[in-house]
């Protein structure tokens, strides 16, 4: 493959089951071909596969408002070394995330630093980066080793990265070296592409993803658990109705090892 394969995800707290890291790490055995290692770094490794190497989150000085705020405990993964590695690309990849597509280009499309933009543009039809973008760390690649200021200058004052910065995404973004975005429809929004408009929320589904998108974002609420429940409750927010369990969704989660959450 010319160098290791990497994929990275994080569970901490109770917002995550352990369906969640099981059901991504089942997807991507089905999209990527060859050998690769998925990594969970999770303060609790309890009911995860086998297959799946979960290892302590590390203690970069992260203090309880910036656990709360923000994901600045992503920030080891710019580490020099994960997991007994020191080499290899790496691919980040959220909980609340669908992998439907091959995750091959992933790892090749070249790039020292990919991530979303989730700015206004991050829609169908539109062009992404420029001056108005806006990176998001839900879906992210890097050389393992290569983005290690990231983490550097965030220990060297954590409190004032914190005060300027808000959100850790705001920081990767401005240190991170030669940062892009991954092509368009490559990591869609849920929200974006796939939820109908309101008022036809009240009658369709959303739609499945393309054949195009390689995985599907959902950013905040809903989280895909939700789409999963028998029954017709609504799992969406006022002024939208999206309502009951959607067929793709649950076709995804059965098939990649989740299990349906009772009503």
Known sequence: MGQDRIILCMKWGTLFAPDYVNVLHGACRRHLKGPFRFLCLTDDAAGLDEGIEALPIPEIGCTPEMWRHG???????????????????????DLDTVVCGDLEPFFTHPGPFLGIDTGDNWRPGRTLGGPSALLGTGVFAFDLGTQVQILR????????????AGIEQVWVQEHA?????WPQDWVISFKRWLRQPIGLDLFYPPNPPPASAGMVAFHGDPRPIALLRPGCAR????????????GWMRDYWVSNGGRIPPT
């Open 71 to 93: 994901a600045w405990p992503k920030l080891p993964v710019f580490a020099p070394e994960i997991g007994g590695a020191t080499s290899g690309r790496v691919l980040f990849i």
């Open 153 to 164: 200058r965030f220990q060297s004052a954590p409190q004032e990265a914190f005060r300027k």
């Open 177 to 181: 070296s030669s940062l892009d975005y």
């Open 235 to 246: 799992w969406d927010r006022l002024p939208h109705f999206g309502h009951g369990q959607v």
